[in-house]
T-cell receptor, first 113, second 110 residues
Framework: GAGVSQSPRYKVAKRGQDVALRCDPI?????LFWYQQALGQGPEFLTY????????KSGLPSDRFFAERPEGSVSTLKIQRTQQEDSAVYLC???????????FGPGTRLTVT | QQPVQSPQAVILREGEDAVINCSSS?????VHWYRQKHGEAPVFLMI?????EQKGHEKISASFNEKKQQSSLYLTASQLSYSGTYFC???????????FGGGTRVLVKP
């Protein structure tokens, strides 16, 4: 079946704009994760959902970052009033159940100018 | 705390072997290994769980020493397609967030 998909693949935003990044997990996967990856670094955890419940948001860098998964499938990561330091690749991953391997989407490359 | 990967980079000739190590200072529930090529998503290679369970691709082998909180990924008879950056991700809490190491860049030359 289809893997994890993310849209848009590339996003250029002017400083101060709001952006919304979408993630479609693998069908039936209960757990969904968002990670931020800076150039040349490993992914860094942002937040985690189990179905529609956001169980861990300890990695969100500021209150400008907000994530939701209202029906337990598609998730949206929203960044308000974008700053240059928000420029990164945002990766979404899903896993069948808690504790299993995570499958990553292609990411959204966000550039804030 | 971020796990430490070594070496940071390795260059191989096709057919050669290599070992990539991942070390944590905290007790772990599981270790996950991924390979990422430039501009692409990390691809799942292997998960090793506390207690000895493993799941992954047939051509990849890895070990997990729970007492030492260390894991090793073995690249055997390397192929050109093995080139990329390898990340280990550690899970301390049974199924929540992964904390990734800084990566090991692998280049396999003909």
């Amino acid at each position: 079946g289809a893997g994890v998909s993310q849209s848009p693949r590339y996003k250029v935003a002017k400083r101060g704009q709001d952006v919304a990044l979408r993630c479609d997990p693998i069908s039936g996967h209960v757990s969904l994760f968002w990670y931020q990856q800076a150039l040349g670094q490993g992914p860094e955890f942002l937040t985690y959902f189990q179905n529609e419940a956001q169980l861990d948001k300890s990695g969100l860098p500021s209150d400008r970052f907000f994530a939701e998964r209202p029906e337990g499938s598609v998730s949206t990561l929203k960044i308000q009033r974008t700053q240059q330091e928000d420029s990164a690749v945002y990766l979404c991953a899903s896993s069948l159940i808690q504790g299993h391997e995570q499958y990553f989407g292609p990411g959204t490359r966000l550039t804030v100018t | 705390q971020q796990p430490v990967q070594s070496p940071q980079a390795v260059i191989l000739r096709e057919g050669e072997d290599a070992v990539i190590n991942c070390s944590s200072s905290k007790a772990l529930y599981s270790v996950h290994w991924y390979r990422q090529k430039h501009g692409e998503a990390p691809v799942f290679l292997m998960i090793l769980l506390k207690g000895g369970e493993q799941k992954g691709h047939e051509k990849i082998s890895a070990s997990f020493n729970e007492k030492k909180q260390q894991s090793s990924l073995y690249l055997t008879a390397s192929q050109l397609s093995y080139s990329g950056t390898y990340f280990c991700g550690t899970d301390r809490t049974a199924g929540n967030k992964l904390t990734f190491g800084g990566g090991t860049r692998v280049l396999v030359k003909p």
